[in-house]
């Protein structure tokens, strides 16, 4: 499959303190926001319908960096996080010495582990490139079946296979994607995430046709989000066997719909002046 690794979606429960965490901590920056009146369609931000917002943020700009995508849901303060999401790797001499000074753990892997305002946990290991996002990290209750889906179903190239792990990837130099054994139920709870990949817009229904075939879940169907201001994107919302969301999306809108915006941290930061959510919830 000719797919691109895009980003991974977290909700958030303040603005503020993750966007401080994302920047200062992280040393990521603002690359775009969104504002909208009514839930996705493709429940981008989870099952609510109010207003929410969209934040991408990363080290550089989606044609060529994963990021992170950060929803907002205005009467939403507080979510509980389950056991799918596992951690996302991040190698960086600086960044490792930032962390080293701070509060945080000590992975298995040689890498400090810290954690977000809302419990996401970020592995970061030492190198001398630039950062970047290198593996998001997902809990597994079936290893083999997940195996299954992902490189026979979605077709995602093996990178290395251990008894409890597998790394993926769609292509050299992309982000990987690694399922780990859990050795329990998956119980995404009510803080889950989503995982985002490119496809050519012309395939998409091929692909949604091959989930069908399959016998495997469909969330939503494809269709088409519009973004005010911007680019319309074609979508289609599968889960693999743990319920784990994954979102292909059309590579040609996506290219210009996410077009850096050099103005969107103001635009950020002004939303969150004006917020009052958490005294009218």
């Known amino acids: 499959m000719t797919a691109r690794a895009l980003h991974y979606v977290f909700k958030v429960a303040n603005r503020a303190k993750t966007i401080d965490f994302y920047t200062k901590i992280l040393d990521m920056k603002v690359l775009r926001h969104e504002e909208f009146d009514k839930g996705c369609e493709a429940s981008c931000n989870g099952p609510y319908d109010e207003r929410w917002s969209k934040t991408m943020i990363g080290y550089g700009p989606e044609d060529d ?22 951690a996302i790797v991040i190698d960086s001499d600086d960044l490792f010495d930032k962390i080293s000074k701070i509060d945080h753990r000590k992975s298995g892997c040689g890498r400090l582990a810290v954690k977000d305002p809302d419990g996401h946990e970020f ?15 997902l809990n597994v209750g079936d290893l083999e079946k997940s195996k299954k889906y992902w490189t026979e179903t979605l077709e995602m190239g093996i990178l290395e296979e251990k008894k409890t792990r597998i790394r993926m990837s769609y292509g050299d130099g992309q982000c990987e994607l690694e399922i780990v054994q859990s050795g329990e139920k998956i119980d995404r709870k009510t803080g889950f995430g989503r995982i ?7 395939k998409l229904q ?21 973004t005010p201001g911007k680019a319309d994107v074609q979508v289609v919302i599968l889960a693999d066997p743990d319920a784990h969301e994954i979102c292909f999306v059309g590579d040609e809108g996506f290219r210009e719909l996410s077009k850096v915006d050099e103005s969107a941290e ?5 939303q969150i002046k004006e917020d009052d959510s958490e005294k009218w919830y």
């Open 65 to 86: 960096h994963f990021v992170l995508e950060l929803t907002y849901n205005y009467p939403i303060h507080k979510y509980e996080l389950g056991n799918d999401y596992r």
């Open 206 to 226: 091929s692909l949604q046709d091959k989930i069908k075939s399959t016998g495997n879940t469909i969330i939503n169907e494809l269709l088409t989000l519009s």
């Open 196 to 202: 985002a990949f490119s496809y050519p817009g012309e």
């Open 123 to 137: 592995k970061i290991g030492k190198s001398a490139a630039p950062p970047k996002v290198l593996r998001v990290q």
């Open 266 to 270: 103001k635009e950020l930061m002004k």
